[in-house]
Nanobody, 127 residues
Framework: QVQLVESGGGLVQAGGSLRLSCTASGRTDSSYAMGWLRQAPGKERAFVVGITQGGSRTVYVDSVKGRFTISRDNAKNTVYLQMNSLKSEDTANYYC????????????????????WGQGTQVTVSS
């Protein structure tokens, strides 16, 4: 079992920045591909960004390219999501998720690709 805990959410003005963290505990001897997904009010949870087990490759949805950056520190079992130039449409509950295998192609977008989930952290962007 792996437990994921997100932190770093909050209220920020449009154009501002936040950095989310997701720390894993439990069976972290095996590395995991990590993803951040978000759920806005009234919408389904959707993929935002992912990073492979080794950290060599990242995947972003178009709406956050150039604004969000995912990174990982495997020594600390932590994944980060740096969010810059935030927009009101970025308001959502952000979840980190771990996949036992690097998802292939569009499987990054599928929730079924992920084996473990955090509880989420709320990000609210005021306009």
């Amino acid at each position: 079992q792996v437990q994921l805990v997100e932190s770093g959410g909050g209220l920020v003005q449009a154009g501002g920045s936040l950095r989310l963290s997701c720390t894993a505990s439990g069976r972290t001897d095996s590395s995991y591909a990590m993803g951040w997904l978000r759920q806005a009010p009234g919408k389904e949870r959707a993929f935002v960004v992912g990073i492979t087990q080794g950290g060599s490759r990242t995947v972003y949805v178009d709406s956050v390219k150039g604004r969000f950056t995912i990174s990982r520190d495997n020594a600390k079992n932590t994944v980060y999501l740096q969010m810059n130039s935030l927009k009101s449409e970025d308001t959502a509950n952000y979840y980190c998720a771990a996949a036992s295998r690097n998802p292939f192609s569009t499987n990054w977008y599928k929730q079924a690709s992920y084996d473990y989930w955090g509880q989420g952290t709320q990000v609210t962007v005021s306009s």
